[in-house]
């Protein structure tokens, strides 16, 4: 049996992903610290739920000591939040120097590794949808320290693979998160924080959708590549938040640290690694609505996506089973040259 090493593998992505590498049969050493801001079942409480089903968990400090018989590694552990406000040497000391160390250990026995990055590597991208080729443009410190995260991972020469998730949302979100915000406002008849500039669109993931694209690029990911993994479709904030229903909104200073527009192109993960979205938004804000509101029932699954949103850049190639590629429908607010 396989053992692979997850750090950050009790919070929102990551005790996700632990739950779904044991129910694909892997080993699962996970190593968290706990320094974050957790859901209900989530932290702590992951940590119950996956130490029973046999996970071997460590709370502490992820090292190169963890990675010792681990055929791979997925690194999620970082400080996160595009709007952080931590002090760059703490953002580089968490976020950078750890990612060194641990694909340094990775790469010295012939280990897979992969790093889980973000879609705010592009700041604001000339070109919607982004491919993954397109520059680099941080436009703050978390972003910053997560391109310099993806050079420390691929300057060894092992087996590293980048991820790029857009946006991920679902049940178990950080509470300091737009949409857990969004929903508790709700549910509490306060108003909205909102922080938006106008005109803002997000292209959003389904936590399901994004552990499903982690495992795809720990699977299939080539050596030295970085991968979208978005929703395949960028939604205006005001859509998003008129979808929860009718309510006030507080007006909050916008960051200039977010970017206006995200939108990922998808051809290159659909073609290499089989990747493809298979929650709607409405159907996964529903489900996260219900998790955070019991009594609540989840919405009913929508229609599979099965069309990836590209760009005239974009990786080429045949994807996996019946999906023909095409240009998605794209927000007013975004251009693309393809």
């Known amino acids: 049996m396989a053992l692979v090493l997850v750090t950050g593998g009790l919070g929102f992505i990551g005790a996700r992903l632990c739950g779904a590498l044991l129910d694909a049969g892997f080993a699962v050493r996970s190593v968290d610290n706990l320094s974050g801001t957790y859901a209900p079942g989530r932290g702590a409480g992951a940590a119950v739920r996956l130490r029973a089903r046999g996970a071997d968990l460590a709370i502490e400090e992820a090292r190169a000591a963890h990675v010792r018989d681990a055929e791979a590694v997925i690194h999620l552990a970082a400080i996160p939040g595009v709007r952080s406000r931590r002090a760059a040497s703490e953002l580089w000391s968490a976020n950078v120097e750890p990612t060194a160390e641990l694909a340094r250990a990775a790469a010295a026995q012939g280990s897979r590794f992969v790093l889980i990055s973000t879609s705010s590597v592009y700041g604001n ?65 306060e108003p909205a924080p909102w922080h938006a500039a106008p005109g803002s669109a997000r292209d959003f993931t389904y936590v399901d959708d994004a552990v499903a694209g982690i495992l795809a690029a720990l699977r299939h990911g080539r050596a030295g590549e970085a991968y979208n993994l978005s929703g395949w479709r960028s939604t205006p904030l005001e859509e998003a938040l008129a979808s929860l229903g009718a309510g006030d909104v507080q007006e909050l200073p916008a960051a200039a640290s977010e970017a206006l527009v995200t939108s990922g192109c998808g051809r290159k993960a659909a073609a290499e690694l089989g990747y493809a979205p298979r929650i709607d938004l409405a159907t996964g804000l529903g489900r996260q609505v219900a998790a955070a509101i019991p009594g609540r029932p989840p919405a009913s699954p929508g229609p599979a996506r099965a069309e990836p949103s590209r760009s005239g850049s974009g990786s080429s190639g045949a994807v996996r089973g019946s999906v023909s590629p095409r240009p998605a429908a794209r927000p007013a607010a975004a251009t693309s040259p393809g």
């Not at 857009?166 to 178990?172: A, E, H, K, R, S």
């Open 125 to 189: 991208a000339r070109e919607l949808p982004t491919p993954e080729d397109a520059p680099l443009a941080p436009l703050g410190g978390y972003a910053e320290s997560k391109v310099a995260a993806e050079e420390a991972a691929l300057a060894h020469g092992g087996d590293a693979v980048i991820v790029r998730p857009f946006t991920v949302y679902g049940p178990g979100q950080r509470p300091e998160m737009a949409f857990a915000r969004w929903i508790a406002a709700r549910a509490a008849g």
